[in-house]
């Protein structure tokens, strides 16, 4: 602030010593301007008596002659002839060619005056007058003056420098000592105290001497400073109140939590058990029959094959709870968000689970690209093909859509259903592990759970919502591949 104010002060003095510069400039040039004019116009009289007496060159040289050593500075002194011969001269070259001074006065039979050079550097007056004796142009007179202010030593930087220096010095001294025991002292001590309250020294009173506003200041901060030592007591009261509703809270939800687990794993290993119970139990059956003696070869072959069944399906619950339960180890490659939706609905649609189901694909011919392990894309899709199956209603219209969209930097996959939808607790519950609406036996709760963890390792997102058409909606939003990318 210091230094802004300082800046500010030398600015203005600046531009003072540069304005009271220019003034005098200009009144010395004014008055050497109308010297220069008195002196043209004394000379010019002169010049038309030599004239009149028809002396010629000889008494414009004597003219001339007489204010040659009297101390001028001219820098352009001679009488040329309208032709631009030079009748007399004592300082200066006349040109060869009139300039506009020349025409003025010889062809105008005006008095031409000029000033040229710079305003900060070296200027001069020039005036030209026509010596028209009974009104009959004879010659032009040329006096050419320097415009300078002797009264001041070393130019404008000198006047400028000496001015800005006494002046900044004056204000300067003035002003620190002001601005010090006014502003800088009391900004200090109040930047001290508010350092002890933002340390906790809540309670401190400032005092300054300075202005109103600052006193203002200073009360504001110590009433603050008293009221923050009043908010301390009343919020370490809070703290522990809430430190101890806190931990009622942590039991509660550890409790609700561990019963939610519980809930999770009851779940699970009921179907389990009906799954895998099932075909055990027709496995058993059939061990038992062989083992009684069975005389028929063939019985026996079939009762083998059936055995193998039944354990394959065991195989696969197994093997299904250990993929959801792996992160992937396949390859990403680049797939066909299009191709891929068609191959889901061509493994699905032979079952009959799906008869008289309208099963389609909307997205073009080829449509977006992907990178994601294919066989685990196909697996997530087939999912959400044999869920969406499951949730139409006998009769009434019984459609499935795959639709694959384009939206900016991702491609997206939404399947459509006219079922029934997604009741609150299926919305808010749908990617959890282990969660179903199925009767128990006829799942594990891990389709959407698993689908998620693929998407998810491939950079993309899944969602669940009600269609506001009637039935539900599961998608899915993949990072689009480029060209580029389809290249590698």
């Known amino acids: 602030m210091a230094l802004a104010l300082a800046l500010l002060t030398l600015a203005t003095i600046l531009l003072n010593a540069g304005v009271f510069w220019l003034l005098l400039k200009k009144t010395e040039e004014q008055r050497r301007t109308d010297f220069a004019l008195s002196l043209s116009a004394a000379l010019t009289s002169q010049l038309e008596v030599e004239t009149v007496r028809q ?10 002659a007489a204010y040659q050593g009297s101390g001028l500075e001219v820098d352009e002194l001679y009488v ?16 060869r060619t009139p300039d506009a001074g020349h025409r003025a006065a010889l062809y105008g039979k005006e008095q031409h005056t000029t000033v040229e050079g710079i305003l900060w550097g070296r200027r001069w007056v020039q005036v030209t007058t026509p010596v028209a004796p009974r009104g009959r142009v004879a010659a032009a007179l040329r006096v050419r003056m320097p415009l300078h202010l002797p009264l001041l030593p070393g130019g404008p930087a000198g006047f400028v420098l000496v001015y800005t220096a006494f002046s900044g010095s004056a204000i300067a001294l003035f002003g620190f000592s002001l601005f ?5 002292l009391p900004i200090r001590r109040l930047q001290e105290g508010t350092r002890e309250i933002a340390d906790g020294g809540f309670g401190t009173v400032l005092h300054v001497d300075a202005s109103r506003e600052l006193q203002q200041l200073s009360e504001a901060l110590s009433t603050m400073s008293a009221s923050l030592a009043d908010y301390r007591e009343q919020r370490e009261e809070q703290l522990a109140r809430l430190r101890s509703a806190n931990e009622d809270l942590r039991a509660a939800q550890e409790a609700l939590v561990r019963s939610e687990r519980l809930a999770g794993v009851g779940r699970m290993a009921a179907g389990l058990a009906h799954e895998v119970g099932n075909p055990l139990a027709v496995v058993l059956g059939y061990l038992e029959l062989m083992a009684s003696g069975l005389d028929d070869a063939e019985l026996e072959e079939d009762l083998v094959r059936r055995s193998q069944q039944e354990l394959g399906r065991i195989h696969a619950i197994i093997r299904q709870l ?10 990403p490659e680049v797939v066909s968000l299009v191709e891929a939706a068609r191959d889901a609905v061509e493994t699905v649609s032979p079952q ?3 008869r008289g189901v309208t099963l389609s694909v909307e997205g073009g011919t080829d449509g977006p690209h992907v990178r994601v392990e294919r066989d685990k894309l196909q697996q997530v899709l087939v999912n959400l093909l044999l869920n969406a199956g499951d949730a139409l209603l006998g009769d009434g219209d019984r459609s499935i859509v795959l639709q694959v969209r384009v939206g900016g930097a991702e491609a997206q996959l939404r399947c459509l259903d006219s079922g029934t939808g997604f009741d609150a607790v299926a919305l808010d519950r749908a990617f959890e592990p282990f969660f179903t609406t199925r009767d128990v036996g006829r799942g594990t709760g891990l389709g959407l759970a698993t689908a998620l ?10 969602w ?11 998608g899915l939003a993949l990072p689009l591949v480029g060209e580029a990318s389809d290249a590698a």
């Open 352 to 354: 009959p689970s799906f």
């Open 453 to 462: 963890q693929v998407v998810e390792q491939a950079g993309g997102r899944m």
């Open 80 to 95: 040329v002839d309208p032709s631009m011969s030079v009748l007399a001269g004592t300082v200066g070259e006349a040109p």
């Open 322 to 331: 250990l993929d959801y339960s792996r992160t992937g180890e396949g390859r």
């Open 180 to 184: 010090r025991r006014r502003v800088i």
């Open 55 to 64: 002396n010629g060159a000889s008494g414009y040289k004597k003219v001339l």
């Open 464 to 474: 669940v919502r009600n269609r506001a058409d009637g039935g539900a909606e599961v």
